[in-house]
């Protein structure tokens, strides 16, 4: 066993060992077989020169870069309306994967209040017989009633944002008709308001 860690060992300790290695070309050898670099047929570059001459249009481009020029306006505002409309529909499709999601992992219990809201929604449809303005009234109602049993903090914060929202324009409606009555009934030459009518 010691032969063998001995013809091991030997050959591998010489590997670590570093030898430089000079080389020197012979005195009495001679350059006749050395080539510059000009003299390789690779490197020559020929003499003789071009001249870049651009083709005649044909009739065939004429009338693509006249419809080009046509339509730049049109596809300049197809672009735009584009890039505006683009992160809307992005917006969008990631809303309907959000609420995809939802509903895979919907909690417990979700889709038999998502039936009883649907069914009040119905019944409100039933009741709205005959009428356009029931039609549209009532299964809203019917489907926010159902809506509110289940979901009362948020039926809560809805009204009073709805509450809020009806007063707001309650109140502008109410400026604008008062904006109107002062201009038009109650000028000082109208007709009915006039000293003399009396």
Known sequence: ????????????????????VYAAPKKDSAHKNCIKVDELSLYSVPEGRSKYVEEPRTQLEENISELRHHFEPYTSWCQEIYSRTKPKVEGFVQWGIDKYEYLQNAPPGFFP???????????????????????????????????????????????????????????????????????HVQKPGNVKNSPGNK
């Open 1 to 20: 066993m010691f032969k063998v860690i001995q013809r091991s060992v030997g050959p591998a300790s010489l590997s670590l060992l570093t030898f430089r």
């Open 113 to 183: 209040r998502l039936g009883v809201i649907g069914f009040a929604g119905f019944v409100g449809l039933i009741f709205a017989r005959g009428s356009k303005i029931k039609k549209l009234v009532y299964p809203p109602f019917f489907m926010g009633l159902g809506a509110s049993i289940y979901y009362p903090q948020q039926a809560i914060s809805i009204a009073q944002v709805s509450g809020e929202k009806l007063y707001d324009l309650g109140l502008r409606g109410y400026i604008v008709v008062e904006d109107l009555w002062k201009e």
